[in-house]
């Protein structure tokens, strides 16, 4: 069942100047005088929730500055730049922003926050997400914000052109994005498009076309025997139908896009369908294009029978060759908490990793999309990061790079998936 939530962000936004910062204690670890630095978040407006995170947190522990350094936008670059300091050994950064997918790659580098919680401060979080950050018994990063595919839609469009809700699957969003946006270029609109997504040869496309994949039946890339799962009647399926949107329903440099050109696109009133990960339901709530016209819904349905939505998302870690682990996790902690995250789900609907706040009533008054996509949160698709550890990331630009030649008609699906398992297999040595 499609659970349609409408977003009332805009009011809870505007009023989002309540201090948190009496919640509890935070505990500061040390009395050293200290400062740290953070990676921070450059996307739409996270920096700013970001900020008051550690003004709360440096108003309790005034020892201690926190500066943050905005990190690049793209996964897959923040961890080359990750790899390119500890391959020196470097303690420049202390507290690191680490994707859902990383923590096997990074772990030897990452402190083991585990001696840091208790079991009661652990178990409030999501199962999976606390499993996800531990690598053998360390626990090398700690979760601060879920994340999960889904479609954002337009709901004055659908109305407009006779729709009663959100597509079912992916004919059907390609039929009503290909009505749209004819009908909107024919009133005038030569910029409009019917549906906007991550095709950039990055991480983020992986997301993308494994939601394409998985939801067709065609398997998640590699399973946990480690063996491919890319060379298939029905990835090939989901492969050649995307191909058929660049330039269609999408915009020919969909190749080129990441989330936040997908969401500047749609932001201006572009767009009538989006996929992305919840962070951009604030920004949209505040767009004067279509503050109140929209709304979020699971992604559509493949030959599989169901919808699948990438489970993404984000973690701290703490740098083990920082000169002040203790002040380095003291803020880790912090950003992690119950008081922060929720913080950042009312300021900037943030998802939190700690199940009570999906309950929590100021944040389902700010957020009412949380509790109608439950499902789509707690039933997300993870990528194949923990079955192929610290080789996920070239497994990850394998296939983005397969994904990527066909979407550019560089390589037939065909080709592209049988030398994609070959390469696979290669690397996986299966
Ligand atoms: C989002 C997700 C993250 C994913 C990235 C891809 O930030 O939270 O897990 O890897 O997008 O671009």
Request: hydrophobic letters at 45%.
């Amino acid at each position: 069942m499609r659970m349609l939530t409408r977003i009332t962000l805009a009011l809870a936004i505007a009023l989002a100047t309540v201090a948190f910062a009496q919640g509890a204690a935070i505990d500061c670890i040390t009395d050293e005088p200290a400062t740290i630095t953070y990676i921070g978040d450059p996307v739409a407006n996270l920096g700013e929730t970001e900020q008051d995170t550690a003004a709360a947190f440096m108003e309790a522990c005034p020892h201690i500055t926190v500066e943050i350094i905005p990190g690049p936008a793209s996964t897959s670059e923040l961890l080359a730049n990750y790899l390119v300091m500890f391959e020196g050994r470097s303690g420049d950064i202390d507290v690191l922003r680490v994707d859902v997918i990383h923590p096997g790659i990074l772990a030897d580098n990452l402190v083991d926050l585990l001696p840091y919680f208790s079991d009661e401060e652990l178990a409030a979080h999501f199962p999976g997400y606390i499993e996800n950050t531990m690598v053998g018994d360390r626990m090398v990063a700690i979760a601060f914000r879920l994340g999960a595919g889904m479609l954002y839609y337009r709901t004055d469009l659908l109305e407009e052109y006779g729709f009663d809700g959100p597509p079912a699957t992916w004919d059907d969003l390609e039929s009503m994005a290909a009505t749209i946006q004819a009908g909107e270029r024919a009133a005038g609109n030569a910029d409009f498009w019917g549906f906007v997504w991550q095709g950039d040869n990055y991480e983020g496309l992986t997301c993308n076309a494994l939601e394409w994949q998985v939801s067709e039946g065609g398997g998640t890339v590699v399973n946990r025997e480690l063996e491919p799962e890319v060379n298939n009647d029905a990835t090939l399926r989901a492969m050649e139908r995307a191909a058929g949107w660049v330039g269609t329903i999408s915009p020919p440099g969909v190749t080129g896009y990441r989330e936040e050109d997908a969401r500047a696109v749609w932001h201006v009133g572009n767009a009538a369908f989006m996929r992305n990960w919840p962070y951009a339901m604030a920004s949209s709530a505040t767009s004067e294009a279509i503050a109140d016209v929209w709304e979020v819904a699971p992604l559509p349905a493949g030959a599989s029978g169901t919808y699948a939505a990438t489970m993404g998302g984000w973690t701290l870690g703490v740098n083990r060759y920082s000169a002040n682990v203790d002040a380095a996790v003291a803020f880790a902690k912090h950003f992690a908490s119950y008081e922060e995250q929720k913080r950042r789900a009312v300021e900037n609907a943030i998802n939190p990793t700690i199940a009570d706040l999906y309950e929590d009533a100021d944040v389902i008054a700010a957020v009412p999309a949380f509790a109608g996509l439950n499902e789509v949160f707690m039933g997300a698709t993870p990528r194949p990061s923990t079955a192929t550890g610290a080789q996920y990331d070239q497994v990850s630009s394998l296939y983005s790079t397969a994904v990527h030649a066909v979407l550019t008609g560089e390589l037939d699906a065909d080709t592209a998936l049988t030398l994609l398992e070959l390469d696979l297999e290669a690397l996986l040595g299966n």
